[in-house]
C-alpha cells in the first residue's frame, strides 16, 4: 500500500471453483496473488486495499457461512471471523459486493487490478465506475484511471522470503523423494501411466496435495516432445524415460526433470549425451550469483551443449559459430530458467529498462537444460535418434552465490545407476 499512489484502491479477486463435467468441480486452488496476500484458501473472495481509509484499509469480501453448504462442502470462515484469523481490518459478505464496493471506489482517482484473468469481475467494476460517472452532475467523483497491479504485486512475490523459501524447499525435497521413487520402480514393460503413479503416491504421502503442473513421464521418443502429458506408453527396454514432475507444497511449486534408463543402465551413446546435458546443468548452476544477469545460465548452458554436440559430429563448425546461426537450436529449442515460486512459472519480470535484469538474492530459478534428437533427425546417425534428456533443478540466489533447492535428486550417471540397483517392491499384476 505504501507503493500505491494517494486517494487509490487496488483490488485483488480471488479464484472461483470451476465445473469439470456437468455437476462435478475441479480440485480448487486459490489464485495466487490473492492466495499471497491474505493466507485465504477459499473460494468467491475478493481483498480490497484502501489506504487512508478511516475504517480500516485492509478489507475482505468473502462467502457468509451457511450450515447447508457447510454439510456438503465444509466449514466456512464468514466475515464475522475473519478479521481475527486473517487479521485484515474489515470483512463483509460477498453477496453485498454491489452494495458496499460502489461507495468504496467512489472519491478514488485510480484503481489498482489484474485485468483480463476474470473478466467477469473486470465487467462489473466497470459497471460500477460507470454507475458513479453517471452521478457526476450531483458531484460524485469516480476513478479516472486503471493501473496494472502486477507492477507492484509481482515484484514482490519475486523475492522469496525466508518463510517462502522453506516451503519450497519442502516441496523439493518431497519431489527429490518421488523422482527417487520412480527410479528404483521404473523396469521395462511398466507404462509411463504406473511411472506417474509412483510420483504422485510420493506426492501425497508426504502431505502435498496435488503436482503443480501436469507431470510429463515420456519414454523413449516421447522425451522429444517437450510437454507430453499423454503418459500412455509402454516403457521398452534400451530406452530413457523423461520425468519432469513437481509437487505443490503449500502452494509453492517445485519444478524438477531427470532422466534416466528404462533398465537401469544407460547405453555408451545415451551416456555421451546425458553427460553433455549434465555438464550443461552443473556449469549453468554455478553461473547463479548475484549480479549476474538471468540469462547467464541459459547462454552457459548453450555454451557447453554446443560445443558437445560439435564433438560428437552433430553440429559443424566452431561453438560460436554455431551458436551465432541458431543451428544448436534445432537439438536445444527451449530457455533454460523461469522463475519458480507459488507458481511454477513464476510472476516477475525478466527484463528491466529493455535488459535483462540481475539476479538478486531470494529469487528462485529453475535450471533445465535438455538435448532431443527426434526420430525425424534424419541428419543424425540412427544410434542418437528417438533420444530425449533435460535434467532440471531449483536454484535459489543467496547472498554471495546460490542454493540447489533439489540437490537430493540424483543426476550423476553413478548415482542414478546404484539408485535403480536398490531392491524393488514387488508390484501388483
Not at 119 to 131: G, K, M, S
Not at 142 to 154: I, M, Q, Y
Not at 257 to 286: D, H, M
Request: charged share 25%; net charge negative.
Amino acid at each position: 500500500m505504501s507503493m500505491m499512489s494517494p486517494r487509490s484502491v487496488a483490488l485483488v479477486p480471488g479464484a472461483g471453483v470451476r465445473l469439470r463435467n456437468r455437476d462435478t468441480e475441479y480440485l480448487f486452488r486459490q489464485d495466487s496473488d490473492f492466495l499471497y496476500l491474505t493466507g485465504f484458501t477459499e473460494p468467491d473472495a475478493l481483498l480490497v486495499l484502501a489506504p487512508g481509509r478511516a475504517h480500516g484499509e485492509v478489507i475482505l469480501f468473502c462467502r457468509e457461512r451457511e450450515a447447508r453448504a457447510e454439510l456438503y462442502d465444509g466449514e466456512r470462515l464468514g466475515p464475522d471471523r475473519a478479521a481475527a484469523r486473517l487479521k485484515v481490518d474489515d470483512a463483509f459478505p460477498i453477496n453485498d459486493l454491489d452494495d458496499i464496493l460502489p461507495g468504496l471506489l467512489e472519491g478514488c482517482e485510480r484503481i489498482y487490478m489484474t485485468l483480463g484473468e476474470y473478466p467477469e469481475f473486470d465487467n462489473r467494476v466497470l459497471h460500477w465506475v460507470n454507475a458513479i460517472r453517471a452521478r457526476e452532475a450531483g458531484g460524485a467523483r469516480s476513478p479516472g484511471e486503471f493501473v496494472a497491479l502486477k507492477h507492484l504485486l509481482h515484484e514482490q512475490r519475486l523475492f522469496k522470503s525466508a518463510a517462502e523459501l522453506s516451503l519450497m524447499r519442502e516441496a523439493a525435497r518431497i519431489t527429490a523423494g518421488a523422482h527417487v521413487r520412480a527410479m528404483r520402480a521404473c523396469a521395462p514393460g511398466m507404462t509411463e501411466l504406473a511411472l506417474e503413479a509412483e510420483l504422485h503416491h510420493e506426492f501425497l504421502v508426504n502431505g502435498a496435495r496435488a503436482p503443480a503442473y501436469p507431470s510429463i513421464v515420456g519414454g523413449g521418443a516421447n522425451a522429444c516432445v517437450l510437454h507430453y502429458v499423454a503418459n500412455a506408453d509402454v516403457l521398452r527396454d534400451g530406452d530413457l524415460v523423461l520425468i519432469d514432475a513437481g509437487c505443490e507444497y503449500q502452494h509453492y511449486a517445485s519444478d524438477i526433470t531427470r532422466t534416466f534408463p528404462v533398465n537401469g543402465r544407460f547405453s555408451a551413446p545415451q551416456q555421451a549425451l546425458y553427460e553433455i546435458v549434465l555438464e550443461a546443468n552443473r556449469q549453468a548452476i554455478a553461473s547463479c550469483r548475484p549480479g549476474v544477469h538471468f540469462m547467464t545460465p541459459h547462454e552457459t548452458a548453450v555454451q557447453v551443449m554446443t560445443a558437445g554436440l560439435i564433438e560428437l559430429g552433430m553440429l559443424d563448425g566452431t561453438v560460436e559459430e554455431a551458436v551465432a546461426s541458431g543451428a544448436h537450436r534445432q537439438f536445444c529449442p527451449h530457455n533454460t530458467s523461469h522463475w519458480l515460486g507459488s507458481d511454477v512459472h513464476d510472476v516477475g519480470d525478466y527484463r528491466v529498462g529493455g535488459a535483462w535484469r540481475e539476479l538478486e538474492p531470494g529469487m528462485v530459478l529453475t535450471i533445465e537444460p535438455g538435448i532431443y534428437i527426434p526420430p525425424s533427425a534424419r541428419t543424425v546417425p540412427a544410434r542418437w535418434r528417438g533420444i530425449g534428456i533435460r535434467i532440471e533443478d531449483d536454484v535459489a540466489i543467496v547472498r554471495g552465490g546460490h542454493e540447489v533447492l533439489t540437490e537430493g535428486a540424483p543426476k550423476s550417471v553413478a548415482e542414478v545407476e546404484r539408485v535403480m540397483k536398490k531392491p524393488r517392491r514387488a508390484r501388483r499384476a
